[in-house]
């Protein structure tokens, strides 16, 4: 039996008795705390619930490329220029890794990526935001790269075994990308004054759309518990938001910057800080495809699976004619 | 709209049933097919599994097992394997294919009780 081949079904021809016996098995590796594998038995939901979530994780990294990818040509020395290289080849990297995990559960990466592009598959509202100055470089490394590893880092002890591997390959390479942010800001910030006002330019306009990433308040979730109870789901998205906020206001104090929040205090009695309403309206625009960048970025990924097929179709053709050759 | 878990890495996605994810065929049928990519870390250990990629042929598979899985020195020698040629046993065969080895505690050293007076042993 080839390892590609997706996770079979219990199927018609499982008795009851059988099926009862393949959940008992899956709910006992669960409550151990062990890993699901590929080819284990598991219900259709935990492993729909998984290939939406993985490969539209996925889908986030590949577009993910695109607003700093923008200012690889306009990098202001070689050094900055290379940083952001190793970083944006990373975002494809972790894409990568993604989409193999979700191909251990039968999705297929190619027919992945046309959901994409037909939008019926999405990516992460963080990305529909235009990258006006190079300061946002720094503040999506610092904040938009801050969330994500306070999304990721419980996602290394998911209950599926390839998306939990795949992400502690991820959550390493991204602490390089919190890092270099916050460097970066910390250089612009004892700059000139201009640079300090492009720093809090970028704060201000990608604050609230960081808020955004953690998803809607846990009462608009109503089938949380059961990716909870599945061990996809580690904490809930108010729980991963208050742990950001709690993180982050330290490090925009020790950088000078402000956030944008009139509302944000810390409350004294649980040592957690209070913020203000977040827009949802507008994250459900965005997500929806309504965002500033929205069609733009789609429009680049469909050009790439495009204008690059004839690359896929030539080097298939050549593997094709030397396949019979013996290998030196 | 479905679900939206926080989840989804850089920002929460929908999970919900309106997403679709069976695959269409024709788009299967493009890509190129599926490799398996093993890393030795260094001398002195084997080749681990590091996971898998899309490559027209074994060279190309080497260098996108390079880019994907070595930026940070990861290795020093790499495999790759067509996903279809690997054969694998099936964890619903666990009992029957791995039972021989279950009752044969004698097989490990903690079997055997050695007096603990007794040198290098």
């Known amino acids: 039996m080839s390892i590609d081949s997706p996770p079979a079904p219990a199927g018609p021809a499982a008795d009851g008795l059988a099926a009862q016996a393949l959940q008992r098995q899956f709910e006992e590796t669960l409550a151990a705390d062990h890993r699901i594998e590929p080819r284990d038995w598991m219900p259709d939901g935990y492993r729909k619930t998984l290939v939406r979530q993985i490969a539209q994780h996925a889908h986030s990294e590949i577009i993910g490329m695109q607003p700093e990818g923008d200012w690889l040509l306009s990098a202001p020395s070689l050094r900055r220029k290379a940083i952001l290289l190793a970083k944006v080849q990373d975002e494809a990297g972790h894409g990568l890794y993604l989409y193999s995990a979700a191909e251990t559960l039968g999705a297929d990466r190619a027919d992945l990526t046309d959901k994409l592009i037909e939008g019926r598959q999405k990516y992460s509202s963080i990305f529909s935001y235009p990258t006006r100055s190079y300061a946002d470089v720094g503040v999506i490394g610092w904040l938009v790269d801050g969330a994500a590893i306070c999304n990721q880092v419980p996602l290394c002890r998911s209950s599926y075994g390839p998306y939990a591997r795949a992400m502690i390959r991820i959550c390493k390479e991204e602490s390089f990308h919190q890092r270099q942010g916050y460097e970066l800001l910390l250089t612009m910030m004892r700059g000139t004054p201009e640079q300090q006002a492009m720093v809090q330019d970028a704060v201000d306009r990608w604050w609230w759309p960081s808020l955004m990433m953690f998803g809607p308040p846990d009462a608009d979730s109503p089938n949380s518990a059961q990716s909870m109870a599945w061990g996809i789901k580690r904490h809930s998205n108010d729980e991963l938001r208050q742990r950001y906020v709690d993180m982050t206001v330290p490090q925009a104090e020790f950088l000078g910057v402000t956030l944008p929040d009139p509302e944000l205090s810390l409350d004294p009695a649980t040592g957690r800080h209070r913020f203000g309403a977040i827009d949802w309206d507008e994250f459900r625009r965005v997500l929806a495809g309504g965002g500033p960048r929205s069609a733009e970025r789609i429009a680049r990924r469909r050009a790439a699976r495009d204008d690059n097929a004839w690359v896929v179709e030539a080097a298939t053709a050549y593997a094709d004619k030397h396949a019979s050759e013996p290998r030196s | ?121």
Do not use: C, Q
């Not at chain 2, 989840?7 to 049928?29: K, L, N, Q």
């Not at chain 2, 599994?49 to 880019?67: F, K, W």
């Open chain 2, 1 to 121: 709209m479905s679900d939206l878990t926080a989840e989804g890495g850089h920002g929460a996605v929908p999970t919900g049933p309106d997403v679709p994810v069976t695959p269409a065929a024709a788009a299967v049928r493009r890509d190129w097919p599926l490799w398996e990519v093993f890393v030795r870390g260094k001398r002195g250990l084997n080749h681990v599994h590091v996971g898998s990629l899309h490559a027209p042929d074994p060279e190309m598979a080497v260098y996108a097992a390079r880019d994907l899985y070595t930026r940070r020195n990861e290795g020093v020698s790499i495999w790759v394997v067509r996903s279809a040629d690997v054969t694998a046993s099936s964890p619903d065969e666990k009992d029957p294919l791995f039972a021989p080895s279950g009752d044969k505690v004698y097989r490990h050293p903690t079997f055997y009780e050695i007096p603990d007076d007794v040198p290098h042993i």
